[in-house]
């Protein structure tokens, strides 16, 4: 198996904004990769580079051993982008067709819209859809040419859990039989349950770099959650173990190295403690914790 994507010391600049600072990302052949991160981490930005969209102020860019236009126009790479306009007056399947006519070996409109889960509404107008009807005919455009990559900005933003659900079972097909998907997104449960690894972007650099059971270790520890009468921070702070506090009104939360130890002090130092949880680390509190509110 070779590399699908690579960016080698990868930085743009936007007038004196830093949107990458010097980014390497390697990803293999049949990989699902997420890429995270806060607003303006530099997300868009290193997928517009990946496709040939944008050039890097320096550094480089190859996409399946091509230069990343090269690829997008052999037919090889499949782009959801997060906005993108499509035509009202055609029908569905008229559209389908037409995409996959310029491809050199597509799949059937039909396997297409199926993968899409359109075929109901192939002979309707595309002006006559609704935002998350349109969001799947987007991918249906995406994958109708079958390529060896896909690139997926916000893929699905508008979309009912099911059609989430069937735009995640076809991705993840695709990738079992060799094919890669590399996607940006806010929803970071999707990255939790679909994602082989995460890519966590902030300030335009990689803050980590792994499987998402590894990219939760970074942070490590667990969570305690509770509710307290009155609470001050500081004097959570010097509770054994702790970490990191959150106080939003009588709700606490506590990041421990020893929630054990947490547990025993927090008991004996206040009476009014109630509806305590002790949580392991999930992939939202690493997001967190390791962006640290970098944008």
């Known amino acids: 198996m070779g590399n699908a994507l690579e960016l080698r010391a990868v930085t743009k600049t936007y007038g004196p904004v ?3 600072g010097g980014v390497d990302l390697v990803v293999g052949e049949g990989e699902t990769v997420a890429v995270l991160g806060p607003n303006g981490a530099g997300k868009s930005t290193l997928l517009s580079i990946a496709l040939g969209l944008r050039a890097p102020a320096s550094g480089t860019a190859r996409v399946l051993g091509r230069a990343p236009l090269e690829a997008l126009r052999a037919g090889r790479v499949g782009v959801l982008p997060q906005e993108s ?16 006519g310029m491809y050199p070996d597509p799949l059937t409109p039909e396997l297409a819209m199926r993968a899409a889960g359109i075929e109901p509404i192939a002979a309707r107008r595309v002006g006559q859809l609704s935002g998350g009807q349109r ?10 040419g079958d390529p060896d990559l896909l690139v997926l900005d916000e893929p699905t933003v508008g ?15 695709r990738t079992a039989r060799g094919r890669t998907a590399v996607f940006a997104t806010h929803y970071l449960t999707e990255a939790d349950d679909y994602a082989d690894r995460v890519v966590l972007l902030a300030g335009g ?11 939760k270790s970074l942070v490590g520890g667990s969570e305690v959650r509770c509710v307290l009468g009155a609470a001050d921070p500081a004097e959570l ?3 054994p173990g702790v970490r990191q506090v959150s106080v939003e009104g009588r709700a606490v939360s506590l990041r421990t190295n020893d929630s054990d130890a947490t547990l025993r ?10 509806d305590v949880r002790v949580e392991s680390t999930d992939l939202e509190s690493a997001f967190v914790s390791l962006t640290g509110g970098r944008g």
């Open 18 to 20: 830093k949107a990458l």
């Open 85 to 100: 306009g499509l035509l009202d007056d055609v029908r569905v399947g008229e559209l389908v067709a037409a995409v996959a």
């Open 135 to 144: 969001q799947r005919v987007r991918f249906a455009l995406c994958v109708v």
């Open 159 to 173: 979309l009912d859990v099911e059609g989430r659900r069937a735009l995640w079972h076809e991705v993840r097909a």
């Open 205 to 215: 650099e990689v803050v980590a770099d792994g499987s998402v059971a590894t990219v």
């Open 237 to 239: 702070e010097i509770l």
């Open 265 to 274: 002090a927090l008991f004996a130092r206040y009476d009014d403690v109630s």
